[in-house]
């Protein structure tokens, strides 16, 4: 026997119930601080990573292919670096993609993926199309997004991982919460919501394989598009499957994978948002542990490039698979591979927010350098992925000294956290290119530090962050 939303009320409830019981009762209400200052440091993050991105080449071609599908111009919504209204579900899509552009948006280890570009475009946008919602409703919706879309990254775990971008299946799911709580949907049709975005949940990494990184951003773009798009059809009454992840013809089944057994679905504890890592380098989070280790050996041996014979770096298999270009042709590329961006440190380059351009490319000695950084994955680190990011860098000298570096979590994980000055010293460095007005930045900084305060009237369109991105523009 079912109720009225399909779920069995005389047998095992589906897998997703809990979850979707606990978004629809989310209230802001007596919250831990931690998730207050989790809500500013993000949000400073997010805005960053989207001002930034209107100063990246491909901002220009993906807004014109997302509008061409879309046919923004009359709607509610803003779009970063464009002055066109935008539907709700097309205005989520680009701006995830946009703040995806440079890598610099946050990320998580056990869940291995981007959550905040599939979190906050989708309640910001629908903040923006519904008058009448409140700041308290964003940011329940925000944590609602987070709680869903890392409790299914790290339920799918590293086999699904392993070919699947969890940034685009389980951030569906994080899309689709933030919505739904956004929208006040209740439990009922908040499951709906989840299963509609499980059937939409697709994202594949075969791009990196056949050298398409530019493609990456479409992946954070499709997962907030399908998650909202999900949402309101649950809140039209769209019945959606229940049990989309552990039915016979559910997820699961047609992935082929088993999910990490220690990682449940049920809420419970602290807030999976204070779990979040917030970037310490613009690039790919798998070699960050790698990158916090080779800084501090370059600064503590003081090397020069031409003293380094060999250069050893070790991590998971997952910083070969998504990290191992081994000759970039280009800064998109350069942010996946490791054996450049290693040799870039040591070299004492510039692989700042603010500095990374990918000049380093034609840098004969950076790249001869790169040519000796031999990257391997032994079996004990990647056991021990993604729950930790071990690392260690291997320095053998010319003149036969051998240094050692290593390291298992990463500048930024909530082990070692940013605190507030070095989140806007860092929001600066990131934004200021393609936003110099300082005075547009603090407002920003204003904005997201308002919103963990719960300051009474607060824009949940987030004003001050889109007009400095038209300002960017």
């Known amino acids: ?47 960053g990573a989207l001002l930034a991105g209107t100063g990246h080449p491909l901002h220009g071609p993906y807004l014109r292919a997302l509008a061409a599908a879309g046919a923004p111009g009359a709607g509610p919504c803003a779009v970063a670096g464009d002055a066109r209204g935008w539907g709700a579900a097309d205005a989520a ?29 989708a309640a910001v946008a629908l903040a923006q199309a519904r008058p009448g919602t409140g700041a308290d409703d964003l940011r329940a919706a925000v944590v609602a997004g987070y709680e869903a879309g890392l409790l299914l990254g790290a339920h799918l775990g590293k086999a699904h991982a392993a070919t699947n971008h969890m940034t685009a299946t389980a951030g569906c799911f994080g899309a689709a919460a933030a919505a739904a709580r956004l929208l006040r949907l209740d439990a009922g ?23 398409a990184t530019a493609a990456k951003a479409f992946h954070p773009a499709m997962a907030v598009r399908n998650g909202v798009t999900a949402a309101l059809l649950a809140e039209a009454g769209i019945p959606a499957a229940t049990r989309v992840l552990e039915g016979r013809r559910g997820m699961l089944a047609a992935w082929k994978v088993a999910p990490e057994p220690s990682a449940g679905l049920v809420p419970g504890g602290s807030p999976m948002i204070l779990t979040t890592t917030i970037k310490g380098w613009p690039v790919c989070g798998q070699m960050h542990s790698l990158l916090d280790a080779t800084q501090d050996l370059a600064r503590g041996a003081g090397l020069r490039a031409e003293e380094i014979a060999t250069v050893l770096a070790e991590g998971p298999q997952a910083l070969l698979d998504i990290a191992g270009i081994r000759r970039p042709a280009d800064v998109t590329e350069a942010k996946f591979s490791t054996a450049f961006c290693v040799a870039l440190t040591l070299s004492g380059g510039d692989l700042s927010f603010a500095g990374f351009d990918g000049a380093a490319l034609g840098d004969p000695a950076v ?107």
């Open 1 to 47: 026997m079912a109720d009225a939303y399909g779920i069995v009320s005389d047998g095992v409830a589906p897998a997703l119930a809990p979850l979707a019981g606990w978004v629809a009762a989310l209230r802001p209400e007596g919250w831990d601080g931690a998730v207050d200052r989790a809500l500013s440091s993000l949000a400073l993050d997010w805005a």
């Open 367 to 473: 790249m001869a350098l790169a040519e000796r950084v031999e990257v391997r994955a032994p079996a004990a680190f990647s056991a021990r992925y993604p729950k930790e990011r071990p690392a260690r860098l291997t320095v053998t000298t010319r003149d036969g000294r051998v240094l050692v570096e290593e390291r298992s979590v990463r500048r930024g994980d909530p082990e070692a956290p940013w605190d507030w000055p070095g989140l806007v010293g860092r929001f600066h460095g990131i934004a200021g290119p393609a936003l110099p007005d300082r005075g547009a930045r603090e407002a920003v900084i204003g904005w997201c530090r308002g919103l963990g305060a719960g300051e009474a009237g607060l824009d949940p369109g987030m004003g001050p962050i889109f007009a400095a991105a038209r300002r960017a523009a």
């Open 189 to 211: 049709r908040t499951l709906w919501a989840l299963g509609h975005a499980g059937t939409q949940a697709a994202g594949l990494w075969q791009f990196l394989d056949d050298g």
């Open 93 to 121: 899509a680009a701006n995830a993609a946009v703040s995806h552009l440079w890598e610099f948006d946050d990320s998580h280890r056990a869940a291995m993926m981007h959550p905040g570009i599939t979190v906050w475009p």
